[in-house]
């Protein structure tokens, strides 16, 4: 079976690194330090809230946070927190609309809670875009060889991503 469709076929991949740096200490006296964890899970969720506040439901993306770090122990508040994630995108409109939100709300958050806040965005693959006429080829030679029902249409883009996209975004295929 072989499926396709023309358009945006697989998403634009990038991972994210946030550092929330504040001031560690002890636990019994909180007021002492500056927490970073309640910080860094203030970030995780107003990330999913920019997805579906901020981004066009009918261009979406896909923000993941998957992993947070902090701490060593249970009697001491660390100094940061870590939070790493992947964004999917199958626009460059929307996936440039992300990465503008996702620098904001670092910025807006850690500042209003007297934190330092530390992004790293790493662009990975971008959309790969099959041209609609070699869809359409590739789509007529595979039912002349195989059979009509060995094509399927895809309605949707994927979130996999492929290195593939670099190529088509110089020579359209």
């Known amino acids: 079976k072989f499926a396709g469709r023309p358009g945006p076929l697989l998403a634009a991949a990038d991972s994210w690194k946030i550092v929330v740096t504040g001031k560690g200490g002890h636990a019994s006296m909180p007021h002492d330090c500056i927490d970073p964890i309640p910080v860094a899970c203030e970030i ?23 992993k947070i770090e ?3 122990t249970s009697n001491v508040i660390p100094e940061s927190a870590v939070i790493i994630g992947t964004l999917r995108s199958t626009s460059e409109r929307s996936r440039e609309i992300a990465h503008q939100g996702i620098a904001r709300i670092v910025k807006g958050i850690t500042e209003a809670h007297g934190l330092e806040g530390d992004l790293q965005l790493d662009l990975g693959y971008p959309v790969t875009v099959n041209e609609g006429g070699f869809v359409h080829f590739a789509r007529d030679t595979i039912e002349q060889m195989f059979g009509e029902d060995h094509y399927i249409p895809l309605k949707t883009p ?9 190529l088509l975004e110089k020579w359209p295929g």
């Open 44 to 66: 995780v969720q107003a990330l999913q809230h920019l997805v579906v506040s901020r981004v066009n439901a009918f261009d979406p993306v896909v923000m993941t946070t998957t």
């Open 158 to 166: 994927m979130n996999g991503a492929e290195d593939f996209s670099y």
């Open 70 to 72: 902090a701490g060593t």
